[in-house]
């Protein structure tokens, strides 16, 4: 079962102007939300998270809304730069069933490209 | 100087063989991870281990076992390699078990033909 989801597998933006990448999620138990940035050939990098009783985030020109009533979140990247050009993850957090840890269930990313 | 590192970069055998990729991290962390990513993109937990503990082992086919000589390397050893293990294969680190910003490596492309 799809815990996080990222329904749009591509997204163009021009340079200049703003980028919304949207994740829905089903699990209301998610602690964190986490917002992941990847090029190709190299490995996933954290770019911004969003505790679950926060409903917004601000990071330079990046910021994550949370919506926790439509189990919804955001990211704003404003403005848009041609090195955002990459696939972006949502990532949720949750303790696991024994509470000796935590667990990150990504959603299948979104590809920006800004041009 | 890399933080966490995958060997080899790119693999690819034969149905049936026995394969392991390495990883190692330099940045002190207590815990480390092994992910795989399908054909259909989604990146998912395999195993968590934190100072040389087992302490994520999601559903995964026995014919995987990670091991872990010390907290800074998490090798991941694949038995009767099979087409479905086709895949990309990202170890991360995290600085304790409870940290939510996890630092991946650059993955290592499994192709078993």
């Known amino acids: 079962d799809q815990q996080v989801k990222q329904n749009s597998p591509s997204l163009s933006v021009q340079e200049g102007r703003i980028s919304i990448l949207n994740c829905d999620y089903t699990n209301s138990m998610f602690d964190y939300f986490l917002w992941y940035k990847k090029y190709p050939a190299e490995g996933p990098t954290f770019l911004i998270s969003?505790?679950?009783?926060?409903d917004k985030n601000e990071d330079g020109r990046f910021t994550v809304f949370l919506n926790k009533s439509a189990k919804h979140l955001s990211l704003h990247i404003v403005p848009s730069q041609p090195g955002d050009s990459a696939v972006y993850f949502c990532a949720a957090l949750s303790l696991n069933s024994g509470g000796s840890n935590y667990k990150l269930t990504f959603g299948k990313g979104t590809l920006l490209t800004v041009n | 100087d890399t933080a966490v590192s995958q060997t080899p970069k790119y693999l690819v055998t034969q149905m049936g063989n026995d394969k392991s990729i390495k990883c190692e991290q330099n940045?002190?962390?207590?815990?480390m991870y092994w992910y795989k990513q399908d054909s259909k993109k989604f990146l998912k937990i395999m195993f968590s281990?934190?100072?040389?503990?087992?302490?994520i082992n999601e559903t995964v086919p026995n014919r995987f076992s990670p091991k872990s000589p010390d907290k800074a390397h998490l090798n991941l050893h694949i038995n009767s390699l099979e087409l479905g293990d086709s895949a990309v294969y990202f170890c991360a680190s995290s600085q304790y078990k409870f940290s939510y910003e996890q630092y991946f490596g650059p993955g290592t492309r499994l192709t078993v033909t």
């Open positions: 969003i505790s679950s009783i926060k």
């Open positions: 281990y934190n100072n040389k503990e087992l302490i």
């Open positions: 940045l002190g962390h207590d815990t």
